[in-house]
Structure formats: structure tokens, C-alpha cells
């Protein structure tokens, strides 16, 4: 069987939750050998065959994690060269995209970005690829090199499937151009306790109908779990950062659940979330268009629905 590399996506040794759902998908195409790199694989090797890694390569030399994304493409471009696989999957985020494309032309192979699933395909794998902000999917296979796909967090369920698990330290081979950019200074995030809004099952999202009171639109992802979201006009407003913004300029999410508070659905902020798998809006227009895309719709006043919702989610789970 091809050998299928997966880029582990991880914080410090803590592995993602995308790297279980393209380990799955991997499954699917070939044999998984998962590429971490980076501090903590030893700790993160058991986990990754649990979902089905048959190999663990490491790449734990600290130097790496002192530049930018460069060195990460130049370490799969090695590998590329050593075992010729039929696909890499990496994730479908900012930093996965660049380390994809420089894959790519180092590589002369093909890339297809955004997949949300990937199937075994004659000659190698297929790919439904959403596209123009999830408003078409699109069917499409690399026909040069090895295929290299990112892959959009939430694509598919994380399946466990014991792998073998054979753990292998590679010392890299960096080129100066792979140094050219240093990280001179990271300060971490603040933690909020909620899940990233790119990878969270659940977004419960708030707009210019909040008020600028995002209280009510936080209870409610507490109490689920989820992350929050919020419209440009409530980013515009001050009231939320930037990095929560939904949209055409700001994250394209695909959670299970999608819930808009208090935004009236406009196409900007349709492209960052009309590939959610279940559509909950509470507007107090029924004329709003986001009623349009919804499964579920709740015309009424946020500050009221969201309280009630949550008390619910919480008595259920006393
Ligand atoms: P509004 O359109 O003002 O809607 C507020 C809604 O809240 C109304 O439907 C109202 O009925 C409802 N409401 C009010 N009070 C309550 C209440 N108490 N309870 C329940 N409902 C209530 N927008 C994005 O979101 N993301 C983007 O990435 C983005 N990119 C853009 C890029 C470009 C180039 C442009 C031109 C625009 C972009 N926009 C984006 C802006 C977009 O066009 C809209 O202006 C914006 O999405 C509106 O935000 P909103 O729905 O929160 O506000």
C-alpha cells in the first residue's frame, strides 16, 4: 500500500484535533506514516496510532521551531524525495497553506487546497474541494507528483484504527534559504478555555444585534463548549477581536453547529460559514435574509432566547 504523509498539527507537543481527522482520511488512501515536528512526539506517538499512524517520523531538533513556516515544507520535501507517497495531507490553515504550496514547487506536484474529503480515486485521490468561500464543491484529483492536499479542519469524524506506531528521528538538512526568516520574539494567546473557532464542532456566533453585550452569545457556547464568533459589524464595532471575525475577511469555519445571534446573514458573512453542517439563527426579524440557509430559525430577541437555551443545555447536563 502508498504510504499517505499527515503534517501533525499541534501546540507544543499537544495534538490537534485535525491530525486525528487527517490520520482517518489517510487511512482511507494508504498507509499513514504522521510527521511531527517539533518538541513532543514521544509523548504524542501513542495517540497518533491509536488513529492509525503505522509510522511516527520525528523531527524534535529544537533549530526548527526558530523560523518560520520554510524549514516544515523543506523537512516534507525530504521526505517527499526519499519515499515518493501518494498524497501529503496538511492542514487547511494560514500557516499549512504556505508550508503546502512551497511543498509543492519544491516538489513539482499538484496541490488542492480546502478538501473536505478524500477518497482512494483510480490512479490516486480524489477530493471534494469546497471553493469560492464553500458557495460550490468541486471534484478534483492531482494528476503530477505526489498530491498535496490540505485538508479543512471538522472534514470528517476522527476514527480510531490501531496503527503500528513505528517511531523514526530524522535530523534535518536545512538550507540557508529555510533560515532566512527568524522568529525573534512569541508572546502565547491569552486563554479563553474555548476551543479554537477554526477547529470547534460547535461556533455560536454574535452581531451588531448583541449590542455590543456578548454575555448571553458566551453563556450559551459555555454551556455547549463551543467557540464564539461574531459578524464584521460586530468586530467593526469594537466589541469582539478580529480573530473571531466569520467571513469572506475573516475565518471560514465547517462546525457541526453553526448558531448566529443577532446577524441578519449577509453574503460576506455567508462565505465564512454556509459549509456548517447544522444552521441555527435567532433574529428578531423573520424578514432577515440568514433565515434563508438556516435548519433551524428562532424568531425572537437574543437576550431572551440565548438565557433560556442555555439554562437548558445546563439543566440537562445537571
Ligand atoms: P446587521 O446587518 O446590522 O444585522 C444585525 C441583525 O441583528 C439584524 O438582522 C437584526 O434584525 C438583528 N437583531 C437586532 N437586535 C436583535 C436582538 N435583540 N435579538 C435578535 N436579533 C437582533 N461581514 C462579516 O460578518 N464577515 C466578513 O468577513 C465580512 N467581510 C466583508 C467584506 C467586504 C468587502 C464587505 C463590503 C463587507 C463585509 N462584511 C463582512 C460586512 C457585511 O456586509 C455585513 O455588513 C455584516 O455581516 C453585518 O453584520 P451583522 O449581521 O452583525 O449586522
Known amino acids: ?12 507537543g499537544a495534538v490537534k484535533k485535525p491530525a486525528a481527522e487527517m490520520l482517518t482520511l489517510a487511512r482511507r488512501i ?3 506514516t504522521a510527521v511531527f515536528i517539533g518538541p513532543g512526539a514521544e509523548t504524542a506517538k501513542d495517540l497518533l496510532a491509536r488513529y492509525g499512524a503505522e509510522k511516527i517520523v520525528a523531527v524534535s531538533d529544537p533549530s526548527v521551531g526558530e523560523y518560520l513556516v520554510a524549514p516544515q515544507a523543506e523537512i516534507l520535501a525530504q521526505l517527499v524525495e526519499q519515499s515518493s507517497p501518494a498524497a501529503v495531507l496538511i492542514p487547511s490553515n494560514a500557516a499549512g497553506k504556505e508550508i503546502a504550496a512551497r511543498l509543492a514547487i ?9 478538501a473536505v474529503d478524500v477518497q482512494a480515486g483510480d490512479g490516486g485521490p480524489e477530493t471534494t474541494q469546497s471553493v469560492f468561500a464553500g458557495s460550490y464543491t468541486v ?3 492531482v494528476t503530477t507528483g ?4 490540505t485538508v479543512k479542519p471538522n472534514s470528517t469524524a476522527p476514527e480510531q484504527a490501531s496503527g503500528a506506531g513505528a517511531f523514526e528521528e530524522l535530523t534535518p538538512q536545512l538550507s540557508d534559504a529555510a533560515k532566512a526568516a527568524k522568529i525573534t520574539a512569541s508572546e502565547p494567546k491569552k486563554k479563553s478555555g474555548r476551543p479554537e473557532l477554526n477547529e470547534a464542532a460547535i461556533v455560536v456566533s454574535g452581531g451588531r444585534g448583541t449590542g455590543g453585550d456578548f454575555s448571553p452569545v458566551e453563556g450559551f457556547a459555555d454551556s455547549l463548549g463551543a467557540a464564539v464568533g461574531a459578524s464584521r459589524a460586530a468586530v467593526d464595532a469594537g466589541w469582539y477581536p478580529h480573530t473571531s471575525q466569520v467571513g469572506q475577511t475573516g475565518k ?3 462546525p457541526q453547529l453553526y448558531v448566529a445571534a443577532g446577524i441578519s446573514g449577509a453574503i460576506q458573512h455567508r462565505a465564512g460559514m454556509q459549509t456548517s453542517k447544522t444552521i441555527v439563527a435567532i433574529n428578531k426579524d423573520e424578514e432577515a435574509p440568514i433565515f434563508e440557509l438556516v435548519d433551524f430559525g428562532v424568531v425572537g430577541d437574543l437576550f431572551q432566547v440565548l438565557p433560556q437555551a442555555t439554562e437548558a443545555v445546563q439543566g440537562k447536563k445537571g
Do not use: F, R
Open 1 to 12: 500500500m502508498a504510504e499517505v504523509l499527515v503534517l501533525v498539527d499541534h501546540a507544543n
Open 30 to 32: 494508504g498507509e499513514p
Open 106 to 114: 519544491k516538489t513539482g506536484s499538484g496541490l488542492i487546497t480546502d
Open 139 to 141: 471534484k478534483a484529483k
Open 146 to 149: 505526489t498530491a498535496i492536499i
Open 252 to 254: 471560514q469555519v465547517s
